[in-house]
């Protein structure tokens, strides 16, 4: 199989650290960002000047844009990183042909706001990408733990196992390991509600 090529979209917390986990295996990492400051920042400074600064990066392994369409045009595997409340807004200047023959990966946990969706869902409905097509990456993970390259774990979900062993391997390195389930609805579901759970958790311990 000839090697895929990644695209992150994505300037915050969660994608910088994914974009370092990818760093550790793939040679060109293609990253959107909206903020052209803080693209020029990690050119110049190695960093993210925003979100997890310690998180350093060889500046040459990455093709950092504004251009979305340019991003996902030149992208195999397109991970998305982006707030939920954020991602209509994000991809609206996309339509179906941009996804064409694309395998999406979703780094979300949320909900669609406006149409009260799981990413998953949204991203069939909307840009009629097939199912095997799609994954999920959920923890237990945490982006700055992943930035101080602490011992973490990842689990890829997706219905076609050779899309889930791709991200798996791409994000696997030294200080992450994957797993693989072909359960993408019960992953995405699960990364929703245990921050409902850790609430109620805290709520019930502060309670006593």
Not at 108 to 134: D, H, M, Q, S, V
Request: glycine share 6%.
């Amino acid at each position: 199989m000839r090697v895929q090529k990644f695209g992150v979209i994505g300037g915050g917390s969660w994608a910088t650290a994914i974009v370092k986990m990818l760093s550790e295996n793939v040679g060109c990492i293609n990253w959107w960002m909206r903020n052209e400051k803080s693209i020029e920042h990690i050119k110049i400074h190695r960093h993210n000047p925003k979100y997890i600064r310690s998180a350093e990066f060889d500046v040459a392994k990455l093709e950092l844009s504004t251009d979305l369409k340019s991003i996902v045009e030149k992208s195999d595997v397109i991970i998305l990183a982006t707030p939920s409340a954020f991602l209509l807004s994000v991809l609206e200047s996309l339509n179906q042909e941009s996804f064409r023959d694309k395998m999406v990966v979703s780094a979300i946990k949320g909900i669609i706001p406006e149409t009260n969706e799981i990413p998953a869902e949204f991203l069939i409905k909307r840009f009629n990408i097939p199912e095997n097509n799609i994954a999920m990456i959920s923890g237990p993970c945490h982006a700055e733990e992943v930035a101080m390259e602490r011992l973490s774990y990842l689990t890829i979900g997706s219905p076609n196992a050779q899309v889930a062993s791709i991200v798996a391997d791409a994000l696997s390195c030294r200080f992450i390991k994957t797993s693989v389930t072909d359960d993408l609805y019960g992953t995405e579901v699960g990364a929703i509600l245990k921050n409902v759970f850790a609430i109620a958790s805290g709520i019930c311990h502060g309670l006593g």
